[in-house]
């Protein structure tokens, strides 16, 4: 399946104009309708292959094979919408201040509120570990992530094929299927720095395949991530605090259910990306990470994404019995939907019944786990070494918590009060962060 997104001259009110080339005896215009509100015009084409290519397809029918493919082709035009303003105005308007649009603006926010806690012999150590990125070292946790991904994909396909095979055999291959998938969100998080190879042309392309996956636009990931980290804990500018349908705030059981289930996230990303494909409509809450220059990148790159999803739903739906449609909707789509529930567990687990502040190591909260949990979230439960010291890849984060902890070891021997105040401080697990906020509202009651 092609799907292309073009935008013509705000004049051009027919969407065949543009693509008079394409037009011809190969081409069937199956449907086609203006969606004069969103500014898109929507064209549905089938690619008919030419009779030639084939010695016959009445002959392969008689042989007992398939006859030639119609291949849909999909294509968007977006027509200029008034009042809005265009690619040359947004991108050559003013950046707006303060607005963390790139790592550098990240690194020297942490470091001038961390190093100030730092013997000269920790910050010695602390360069060598943000400096040391690896290519190899992020090939070896990237490739054996999508690998496990594919192979227990691979085991839970095969097992619906054995029909006596047990059920609870089926699910386990499943879930955990969806609990490896869950973490592509860390991959990304890890390429959104750039930390997770040296070379930043591995860190694009793995940090897409994983932005793709986890339907979450790369750039737009990006604009919002930084500026979580420039403003953690400032309920005034901190993107996750500001109590919005996907980052609602955690005060009562049924939004706690609610946000477990992932349905806000789903319902969240689907919206956003159509809105800022073909409304490009911003809402007031992701202005303040973006900027006018950024606003059109996240935009330009909705567009892309949209596309990917229309047209692989588009097959999903056309074709449900081609193997490549069964592939998609049951190794990513499903494994995809049980996925959130896994990931918002972990995620909750970062800040919640944290303090306010600009503090990195007093409002985010490192949880000690298990090993191959740590390897499989890669290495994100270091989670206040990671905000203290964002520039450090995930490869040197438990070396960068053994430092950090020694130091705090050195404050508290001298009676100095403890910079980790979250409640719980982590030492118990993640299901004891879970357990200690039932507690809490079952003691509110």
């Not at 949990?373 to 206040?384: D, I, T």
Request: overall charge positive; aromatic content about 14%; charged content about 20%.
């Amino acid at each position: 399946m092609l799907f292309f997104y073009m935008r013509p001259a705000a004049s051009s009110l027919s969407p065949l104009s543009s693509f008079r080339p394409f037009c011809s005896t190969q081409f069937k215009v199956l449907s086609a309708s203006v969606l004069r509100e969103t500014g898109v015009v929507c064209c549905f084409y089938s690619l008919e292959p030419k009779a030639h290519t084939y010695a016959s397809a009445k002959k392969v029918q008689e042989r007992g094979g398939q006859p030639p493919l119609h291949i849909p082709l999909i294509i968007l035009v977006h027509h200029q919408r008034d009042g809005l303003p265009t690619q040359r105005e947004w991108m050559s308007s003013p950046s707006s201040t303060g607005v963390a649009t790139n790592d550098a603006s990240v690194r020297q926010t942490s470091e001038a509120i961390n190093n100030a806690n730092l013997t000269e012999d920790a910050k010695g150590k602390i360069r060598t570990f943000t400096a040391n990125r690896s290519d190899v070292k992020g090939l070896m946790q990237a490739v054996p992530h999508l690998l496990l991904a594919g192979l227990f994909s691979y085991l839970w396909h095969s097992a619906n094929s054995v029909d006596r095979l047990p059920f609870a055999v089926r699910v386990v291959f499943l879930l955990c299927q969806a609990l490896v998938m869950a973490f592509f969100f860390p991959g990304l998080h890890e390429c959104v720095h750039f930390t997770a190879f040296k070379t930043r042309a591995l860190n694009l392309i793995f940090g897409h395949i994983f932005a793709i996956a986890t339907t979450r636009p790369f750039f737009h990931y990006t604009f919002y991530h930084f500026n979580h980290h420039k403003f953690t804990g400032d309920p005034a500018r901190d993107p996750e605090l500001q109590d919005s349908f996907i980052d609602m705030r955690l005060d009562r059981p049924i939004t706690y259910l609610c946000y477990l289930s992932g349905v806000p996230f789903w319902i969240d990303r689907v919206t956003t990306l159509f809105r800022h494909a073909f409304l490009r409509w911003v809402l007031p809450r992701e202005k303040l990470f973006l900027t006018l220059k950024t606003e059109w990148k996240m935009i330009r790159e909705a567009r892309w994404y949209v596309s990917f999803y229309v047209a692989c739903t588009f097959w999903m739906i056309t074709r449900p019995h081609d193997p490549w449609a069964q592939v998609m909707w049951y190794n990513w789509v499903v494994p995809s939907l049980l996925a959130q529930p896994c990931l918002r567990f972990y995620l909750i687990a970062e800040h919640t019944n944290c303090p306010q502040g600009d503090d990195m190591i007093s409002n985010t909260r490192t949880t000690e786990t298990y090993r191959w949990y740590r390897w499989l979230a890669w290495q994100m439960p270091y989670h206040a070494e990671h905000h203290a010291f964002p520039n450090a890849p995930f490869h040197q984060l438990a070396d960068v918590h053994a430092v950090l902890k020694q130091i705090e070891a050195d404050r508290q021997s001298s009676g100095a009060r403890s910079r980790r105040q979250c409640d719980p401080d982590g030492t118990g697990g993640y299901w004891s962060v879970h357990t200690t906020l039932w507690k809490k509202w079952r003691g509110m009651r």
